[in-house]
C-alpha cells in the first residue's frame, strides 16, 4: 500500500509540474519556482534586516570604475534594485558571533534585482518595503513576483554572499537589460572578498568603515 500511495504521489507531482507555464529559456523559471536565499543552520539570521539600497550606495558596493560610469548619460543601472544589510543587522550579526563564542553567521546577504526595464522597476517599486527582514524575501520579493520569471545568480565573497535575479515577464524572449546584468556580475565576480560586515559601507579594497570621501577630506 505504502508504495502504492508513493507512486501515486509522483504521478500527481508530475502532472502538476506539467500544467506551470514554461519558459523559453532554460536559465529563466517562474518566481514560484526560482531559489530564493538560503539561510543554512542559522535561523536567527532570518530576523535580520535588509534596506533598499540608493543607487550611489550600489555603485559604491561593486566599486564600478569611473571610466564605466562615465558611459551613462544619467545613473547607470536604472532597472536595478538593491537591498543592503542595515545598520542594525551590521551590529546585531556582531553580537550574536559575540554570544556563541565566534560560531555564529559570518555572511551578510546583498540582493540585486536586475528587472527587463526600468518601466517594470518602477512599477514594482511601490509595493516593495523600504525596510524588511531577511527571513520575508523569499516571500514578498521573489514569490511576490506574480506572472514572472527569474534567472538566478549566487556569489560568495567573503562576509557577503551576493544573490543577483534577472526578472522578466514571464514567457519573454531574450533579455532587454543583458548588458545591465552582464556588468553587475563581472562587477561582482571582480570584487575581492569582504573582510567583515560592515565591508558594505567601504570600498571593496576597504578593511572597514574607515572610508572618508576624497571631496568631504578636501573641504
Known sequence: MAAAEEIKKKHKHREEQKKKPK???????PSADVKGLRFG???VVKSFTVRQAAPLELLRLLDIPPSCLAQWP??????TAAFLPTNFTILAQHAWRTLTL??????SKVIIFVFESEAMRAAVDPQWPRVLPLGDVN???????????????????????FYV???RRLGAAGFACADDLRRILEAVVALND?????????????RSITFQNPAAVAH
Do not use: N
Open 41 to 43: 543552520g542559522q535561523f
Open 74 to 79: 544619467g545613473l547607470p543601472f536604472p532597472s
Open 194 to 206: 569582504f573582510l567583515d560586515h560592515t565591508a558594505m559601507l567601504a570600498l571593496p579594497s576597504q
Open 165 to 167: 535575479y534577472a526578472v
Open 23 to 29: 519558459s523559453g529559456d532554460g536559465h529563466f523559471k
Open 139 to 161: 516571500r514578498r520579493l521573489i514569490r511576490g513576483l506574480a506572472g514572472c520569471e527569474m534567472s538566478r545568480f549566487k556569489f560568495r565573497k567573503g562576509s557577503l554572499t
Open 102 to 107: 565566534g560560531l555564529g553567521t559570518k555572511k
